[in-house]
């Protein structure tokens, strides 16, 4: 061990009714490092660190805090021992202002009433010394989320904490609020202090870390030196094989245009006009993707191509004829197929099984029916194809999808939606948690896709995921389109402010 280490979790196990969610785990802290603990989605990455703050008692395995070693902790331990944990849902009291929120539980007292005036004065230094700006005068449920994380950051300093974990804190983040977070980050670090970054992207873990710890389904598998590490390597460390996430971009002749959106004006549940006049042309061969922090008219925009949602204003062109609000089924027809955002509510049956699911839209068609009788053998035959292609998983035709994981789930529909005949595919959110493995299969079905001369319209919310496949990028931000890029002009600084509307207000 290095001298310099503080904390060291070893032997940790941790059972929970339907999974080991760690096996045999370690991870060590140093003084003054800012540590980043990656892994996929249920990888364990927030169960070692609870186990650390206390919050689950683990079954076995040592937790050693300086010289003392302990069982278990428990959250006023850890707390007391100068740990503190920003967690992934935020837990502040939206009817508090953000310095009640900070001292709740801690209030200096001058004789029985609070001395807000000395909480004020210590809080402020914080914000000073660490670059956390925030209002404190302001309730909670009024100010956006990248301040209510300093908020819990400074919650937590103002605890005692020298050593801060944080649980997948871009998540939320646009890149600009990233790279505030990372030079707050920066600053406690120079001032000592240690942090765990839980997260996924790794590129944000390349950048901002010294040592990084990867898991995979509950174990520990190594700790490296970001200098000794490629993200290629901690990719493959993650899934436990090769992976590959890009797209090979091609600079081709941008020629047919396949569909076009003119001048629309949409509604959604609570706006009138939630887009409010967004034009855009898709051309054949071509990946178009959609940027934006989510809210932003993306998901009224799927809609209202698809036929789902009513187009108030505008039109919308596929294959020269018009198909505004017409309904879906027809639209479908006419050349357009759909990834649907929300995949339990649209996407798929939950009651049918993965064959079933995969010919829901065909299955009365050739060749899958002929006057009127199924061909089993046929849709036996091409799910059995799919799942060896797609590497679905249980490989096992029958299945009822409710059974499979949300990656695998997702894995049938876009194996269904890229079957048959259609010039444009809309994909909304697809790998939106989703494991790594599947979305590189996803990724290739896209591009793929694109291979074959077909327009794909890509909305995504994961800017690394716009980058690594768009061949242009759109960016959508309050119900308008505030830049298209080429894909090799892009940066996320340039996109993220599009994304914020800055772009827009400096012109106007
Ligand atoms: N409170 C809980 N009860 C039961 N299972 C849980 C609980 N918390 C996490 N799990 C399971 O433990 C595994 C690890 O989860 P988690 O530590 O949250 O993973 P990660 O943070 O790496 O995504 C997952 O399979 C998850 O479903
Ligand atoms: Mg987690």
């Known amino acids: 061990m290095n001298d310099n280490t503080i904390i060291e979790m070893s032997g940790i196990n941790k059972q929970f009714p339907l999974v080991k969610a760690i096996d045999d785990g370690k991870f060590d802290l140093r003084a003054g490092e800012i540590h980043s603990l990656i892994g996929e989605n249920g990888a364990g990455k927030s169960t070692m660190m609870k186990i650390l703050y206390g919050v689950y008692a683990p079954d076995s395995g040592d937790i050693r805090v300086g010289d003392s070693h302990y069982k278990t902790m428990d959250t006023k331990k850890a707390i007391e021992l100068g740990i503190g944990m920003v967690h992934q849902e935020f837990m502040l009291a939206e009817g508090l202002t953000v310095l009640e929120n900070i001292i709740l539980g801690s209030e200096p007292k001058k004789g029985s009433r609070i001395d807000f005036a000395k909480a004020r004065e210590k809080v402020e230094t914080y914000s000073r010394d660490y670059g956390l700006e925030i209002d404190l005068n302001k309730k909670v449920i009024d100010i956006p989320v990248g301040e209510a994380q300093r908020v819990e ?150 809609e209202a191509v698809s036929g789902l949602r009513k187009v108030e204003r505008g039109a919308v062109v596929l294959n020269g004829k018009e198909i505004q609000n017409m309904n879906p089924q027809k639209i479908r027809m006419a050349g357009l197929s759909y990834i649907p955002e929300d995949r339990n509510v649209r996407g798929m049956n939950k009651s049918f099984s993965i064959k079933e699911n995969l010919v829901a839209d065909c299955f009365y068609k050739k060749p899958y029916s002929s006057r009127g009788v199924l061909n089993r053998k046929k849709i036996d035959n091409y799910a059995a194809d799919v799942i060896k292609k797609y590497d679905i998983r249980p490989a096992d035709t029958d299945i009822c999808i409710a059974n499979l994981s949300g990656g695998n789930a997702q894995k049938v529909i876009c194996a269904r939606e890229i079957d048959g005949d ?39 919310a994961d800017l690394d995921e716009i980058l690594a496949l768009s061949d242009r990028i759109a960016v959508i931000y309050e119900g308008r389109i505030t830049g298209v890029l080429k894909a090799d002009e892009a940066t996320d600084i340039k996109l993220g402010l599009l994304m914020t509307g800055e772009e827009i207000y400096e012109k106007e």
Not at 189 to 202: A, M, N, P, T
Request: proline letters at 3%.
């Open 153 to 302: 950051i400074i919650k937590t300093l103002y605890r005692g904490a020298k050593i801060l974990i944080l649980d997948e804190p871009t998540a939320v983040l646009t890149p600009q609020e990233t790279v505030n977070l990372f030079k707050i980050l920066n600053a406690l670090k120079e001032d000592g202090k240690s942090v765990v970054f839980i997260s996924h992207k790794l590129n944000e873990v390349m950048e901002i870390s010294d040592r990084i710890t990867v898991m995979r389904h509950g174990k520990y598998i190594d700790t490296a030196n970001k200098e000794d590490v490629s993200i290629p390597q901690l990719a493959q460390m993650m899934v436990g094989r090769k992976v590959f996430l890009g797209a090979e971009k091609r600079s081709h002749e941008i020629t047919d245009t396949v569909l076009s959106v003119k001048d629309i004006y949409v509604p959604s549940e609570r706006e009138h006009s939630k887009i409010r006049g967004i034009s855009l042309n898709i051309h054949k061969g071509e990946i178009l993707g959609i940027a934006g922090i989510d809210g932003n008219g993306q998901k009224e925009l799927a």
């Open 422 to 460: 259609f010039d444009v595919l809309i994909a909304a959110q697809p790998t939106r948690g989703v494991d790594i493995g599947s979305i590189e299969v996803i990724r290739k079905i896209l591009t793929e896709t694109r291979d074959k001369g077909k327009a794909v319209l890509l909305i995504s």
